[in-house]
RNA sequence: GCCGCCGUGGCGGAAUGGUAGACGCCACGGACUUAAAAUCCGUUGAAGGGCAACCUUCGUGGGGGUUCGAGUCCCCCCGGCGGCACCA
């Protein structure tokens, strides 16, 4: 025999394949929802999601299928405890690498995209997971692209009532008599002219939240004003915090979405500017410590620079905004030390004690937050002290760290802590939270302020100028634009032969002449949508995919959402969406947005998309250091399933440790879970002359083995209650335990057996397949699949204990283990204790104070 | 700087406040074999003691604390990973 041969245990190339086919063409994971043949509306649904990929050319590497697999167990076992699962998969198929590979070479990117899409679909197949392939979706397909921009025309034909707090109609304000101009202002998608972050060699613009990824791949960024599409998400600010109580999610995802979004509460104030007709507006988060603004900051790039600066000091302040508007934002973060800025010549006037106080201009403020302009308190904001420091400007304490005695002198560094007012007029005394209080209703008493909210969080930048993504649905005439009728989509990107970036902001698809021109002078818009908007309700679209005359019916849409059985009533569609940490703001964010929107429209019955989130952590290189092609470090899923089968880097992914850890892969451990995997098939078989045949040692009878009837109910029990807890790696190592008993018993009882193979079947569902099978026929059982089986119920009476082992401690510690009756009273425990040997060593001479006594479990003697 | 996560054998990891190290890897020993691989059976936290079954002490990043009892709870510190970063 030569070596590999014996590295084959069991002839997982045989049966792995024939197995895939098998499911596929009995459908066996074929999932009926409303209206579809086989359909029971009175199983209680579990909808549980992938985060689909990006089909690129390099395949699947090791951690897709880390949370493909969990999903698959969970969706597997909720199958077996009688629900219908819905478990679908789909691919994110636009983006930017399909359209730079068509630079290249000049090949469409759709082309590229399906050979990618094959490539990835032929390789979750080699993985065996349990997927209704009938519901495959790419966000690329014309279906798919025509109800992406539906939706994107249902933001275009809403607005955010503030009243209501939700979106509804444009045609609302259009029946109370709003003109089209007022409307366009309000429309959740809509256009601006702003500064954006635009990439020259990308040939496109980014989202605030894209750039740095970006910029980490090599690419450069600069500022631009360009006119853009936007998505009103910061009328949903609120929102998107709010509901995130509800819903059940890591803490960290949920806090790093609240950092996102920023809240922070304040006042705005107007500050007026000496001999001159204009106003100032800040956002202060301090309103308290208005008597200590001694200078006022406009961002470099804030309009009213050029009308205030004076004469004198025009050249410093034009070289100082253009120093600025070269720098990349890198520099601008990274400087943040060494403060710089200029003097404008102009002069505020605070509103509170009539000061006159000078305005600077800073790139320490942005124009993107606030007001672009902040009132500075040098004595209680560390950035304001530390630039009043460098341009001498005063300093004035109006908050005391000392809650009562004399107030405490600062000079050293900026007091940034609540406190007592002092120095502030009829603010004096109050603690800070109060001061607040008091000084915004004073700046509402005298129209000078009012108490305000800020977010961080920015309204969404939609357009990009790339080729592979979704048209706007959108025609323009006269410098206006109009949705086009429903009845035109999908609208689709003509093709093109030159995908190359123009090195100009100008969209690619504006090089297709006759795409853009259309009847009666409408121009098409060319800008297209970034890759969010498919995956923003890719998880709605699974629940109806193949619907031609809505983006999924209403009654899938009820069913689907519909609480499932232990979750009584959830605010989230999906029951549990695995996925990396890496979208914790961004398609996370967003699809909670446009999930938001289709509620609050009636398209939908539940206010968020997914209930449950859990984030598997990253697999990281044999070396300890994250998988990347220049480490050398790559591990090739296929490479795995092809030297020891899909069963077993399924186990071994869950084996390596907690699902949401990160964790580094050991090829040793692929081998030990084959190894395990083998120990399964030979309780089963033996061989015999090079052909596996069925063991002896299985026979058709009852179990008395007590010990090893045990073993199997626990193990039933816990490989339940661990899945449960997505506490995969225990719930294989209950598996060991029990393949290892089996193993060692003399006789193995058909029946026990076949209870591990079902509990073992979600998590390696070809061999325990295979062994049913080969079993079945040898015992003229009737051949079912495992995977169409109940899970088996745990006997609680075989689990049953008469005697345990009792743990005795003295002071805490470990003395002496008995074995006593499970049920047996502290009265007894103790004097079987206090009659142990061991015991006696360590108390005689000793006084007993006190025994603590856990029934069935321990008994500790404090003596001393 | 701020926020979050995490520190347990040689390694991956297990442990409702109650026997630390389950299960697996590695290593070592034995059986089988002409031999090796595979397989099966054992040993395997450290230090010390005993002919032996075993026994003792120490031990979950460090230091304090709460408790009859702490890997687990509280406070302080150190180290690693991730996120945000002049957000007024």
Redesign the pocket.
């Known amino acids: ?1 030569t ?1 590999s041969a ?2 084959k ?1 069991f002839p997982f190339r045989e049966f792995e394949p024939k197995w895939q086919a098998r499911w596929e063409s009995e459908q066996t994971f074929r999932t009926p929802g409303p209206g579809d043949a086989g359909f029971n509306p009175a199983k209680p649904k579990f909808y549980v999601l992938d985060m689909f990929p990006y089909p690129s050319g390099t395949g699947l590497h090791v951690g897709h299928p880390e949370g493909y697999t969990a999903t698959d167990i969970i969706g597997r076992y909720k199958r077996m405890t009688g629900h219908n699962v819905l478990h679908p998969m789909g691919y994110d198929s636009f983006g930017l690498p399909a359209e730079q590979y068509a630079i290249k070479t000049g090949q469409h990117p759709a082309i590229t995209t399906a050979a990618n899409i094959d490539n990835f679909r032929r390789q979750l197949k080699s993985l065996g997971f349990a997927y209704d392939w009938n519901r495959e979706i790419a966000t690329t397909d014309p279906e798919y692209v025509r109800w992406t921009q539906w939706i994107f025309l249902q933001l275009y034909h809403a607005y955010f009532c503030e009243e209501k707090n939700q979106a509804r109609p444009v045609a609302d304000l259009e029946a109370s008599g709003w003109t089209r101009e007022q409307i366009d202002n309000v429309r959740l998608a809509y256009v601006a002219d702003t500064p954006v972050w635009w990439s020259p060699d990308l040939g496109t613009v980014l989202a ?2 894209e750039v ?1 990824e970006w910029k980490a791949k090599g690419h450069t960024v600069e500022r631009r004003p360009l006119r853009q599409w936007m998505l009103r998400i910061t009328k949903y600010a609120q929102r998107l915090i709010d509901e995130l109580d509800t819903l059940d999610w ?3 995802i949920k ?2 979405q609240k ?2 979004i ?1 809240r ?1 509460e ?1 006042a705005s104030v107007r500050f007026e500017i000496s001999n001159c007709n204009l106003q100032i507006e ?5 309103p308290d410590t208005l008597f200590g603004a001694t200078y006022m ?1 406009l ?1 470099p790039e804030h309009p009213y620079v050029p009308e205030i600066t004076t004469p004198a000091q025009q050249s410093a302040v034009a070289a100082y905004q253009k120093a600025i508007a070269s720098k990349s ?1 890198m520099d ?2 990274d ?6 800025g200029v003097f404008t010549g102009a002069f505020a006037v605070n509103p509170v004690n009539h000061e006159q106080i000078p305005i600077w201009i ?16 040098p004595a209680h ?4 002290f ?2 009043a420091q460098r341009f001498d400007l005063p300093i004035t304490q109006v908050v005391s760290s000392n809650t009562d005695g004399p107030p405490v002198p600062l000079l050293l560094e900026a007091f940034s802590d609540p406190g007592i007012a002092i120095n502030s007029g009829f603010l004096d005394g109050l603690p800070t939270a109060q001061s607040k209080d008091r000084m915004i209703a004073w700046l509402e008493a005298n129209k000078l302020g009012i108490r305000r909210i ?1 977010y ?1 969080l920015r309204d969404w930048l939609f357009s990009r100028q790339r080729y592979w993504g979704e048209p706007f649905p959108i025609i323009w005439k006269d410098d206006r634009h109009q949705a086009i009728p429903e009845s035109e989509l999908p609208l689709l990107a003509p093709p093109l032969e030159d995908y190359k970036p123009s090195g100009t902001p100008e969209p690619i698809l504006n090089k297709a002449k006759e795409w853009i021109h259309l009847p009666d002078g409408f121009l098409r818009e060319t800008n297209t949508m970034p890759q969010w908007a498919g995956s923003c309700w890719y998880y709605l679209r699974y629940c109806d995919p193949r619907n031609t005359a809505r983006f999924l019916s209403e009654e899938a849409e009820a069913y689907w959402a519909s609480s499932s059985a232990h979750a009584k009533s959830s605010p989230g569609m999906v029951d549990l969406y695995v996925g990396g ?2 979208h ?2 961004l398609h996370l964010l967003y699809a909670r947005f446009w999930h938001k929107v289709l509620f609050d429209l009636g398209h939908v019955t539940t206010p968020e998309p997914f209930q449950k989130l859990v984030n598997q ?2 697999i990281l290189g044999e070396d ?1 250091q ?1 998988m990347s092609k220049s480490r050398g470090n790559v591990v090739n899923p296929d490479d795995v399933v092809s030297e020891y089968g899909a069963d077993a880097l399924r186990l071994y992914e869950m ?4 699902l ?5 892969w ?1 090829m ?2 692929v ?3 084959s ?2 995997l ?2 399964v098939w ?1 309780v089963a078989f033996e061989e015999h002359e090079n052909q596996w045949r069925i063991s002896k040692k299985i026979q058709d009878v009852a179990c008395t083995d007590k010990g090893l009837l045990r073993v199997v109910h626990e193990t039933i029990q816990k490989v339940g209650a661990d899945i449960e807890k997505l ?1 995969f ?2 719930a ?3 598996m ?2 029990c ?2 008993a089996f ?2 018993a003399e006789v193995v009882p058909l029946r026990e057996f076949i209870q591990l193979l079902a509990v073992l079947n979600p998590f390696a569902p070809h061999i325990t397949e295979e062994i049913h099978e080969r079993v079945a026929e040898v015992f003229k059982h009737p051949a079912v699949l495992l995977s169409e089986t109940t899970w088996p119920a745990h006997d609680p009476l075989a689990l049953v204990r008469h005697e ?2 009792l ?1 005795v ?1 003295i ?7 008995l074995m006593i009756a499970k049920d047996a009273d502290e009265e007894t425990a103790k004097a079987a204790a206090l009659n142990s040997p ?1 015991v006696r ?2 108390t005689d001479g000793k006084t007993l ?2 025994i ?1 006594f ?1 029934p069935g ?2 008994l ?1 003697i ?1 003596a001393s």
């Not at 800040?282 to 301090?286: A, S």
């Not at 400087?335 to 710089?340: A, F, H």
């Not at 002071?811 to 283990?817: H, M, S």
């Open positions: 025999m070596m014996a590295r245990p605030n939240e740095e890591p803490e960290g806090l790093l950092n996102w920023g922070s304040g800040v956002f202060t988060t301090r900051v961002a934002d601008r973060g400087l943040n030390k060494d403060k710089s800073a790139d320490y403020v942005m124009m993107g937050y606030g007001t672009g302009a902040i009132m500075a308190v904001d560390e950035r304001d530390e630039f800020q961080k940490t890496e914790a703001v952590g990253l300890g994250k084996f390596m440790g907690p949401e850890q990160v964790k580094p050991q040793k451990g081998e030990g879970v190894r395990f083998a120990r030979r506490s790696n225990t294989i190592s209950q060991m335990i393949t290892n193993t060692q345990i082992e743990v401690q002071n805490g510690k470990l003395r002496d283990r061991k060593e360590h104070h006190k603590i856990i479990k321990l500790n404090v």
